[in-house]
């Protein structure tokens, strides 16, 4: 895997960068004495418990896979890449499986704003490969 330029921790090092951020939501959540309610998500009536059909951690998990796809260079995806993925997924649904919704929610909204912050940068600053036929 080093001779084609991955790095074996790069799937879980999001998840490793926020691990502070996720220790103070999931102990705030969890033992929040007033029940914070949402709108956001109508089958958890608060924010401070988990998601009983965890739909929430699917999607954080898909989109941390997504993330693993969405590069700043113009390359190709190989079996490296996919594998990345899988284990960043299933890294990110087994942290979150029984965290307060609440958590679940930062990761996914975290993964949305990654993914579109590396697609931006990709479309206005990554130069394309111009191919010119002879």
Partial sequence: ?????????????????????FFVLYRLFRYLDH??????IPWVPYLTVADPF????IVAGVL???G?????SQTHVGNAQIMSAIVG???TMIVLWGAPIAVALY???SGVWGILE??????????RKIVTSV
């Fill in 64 to 66: 941390m896979a997504l």
């Fill in 35 to 40: 029940p914070a309610m949402t709108v956001l």
């Fill in 54 to 57: 965890h739909v929430v951690l």
């Fill in 107 to 109: 990761y996914t909204t």
């Fill in 118 to 127: 590396r697609f931006i940068y990709k479309k206005l600053f990554v130069p």
């Fill in 68 to 72: 693993t796809f969405v590069t700043y």
């Fill in 1 to 21: 895997m080093r001779e084609h330029g991955v790095k074996p921790l790069s799937s879980v090092s999001l998840l490793l960068v926020q691990s502070p951020v």
């Fill in 89 to 91: 997924c299933t890294v």
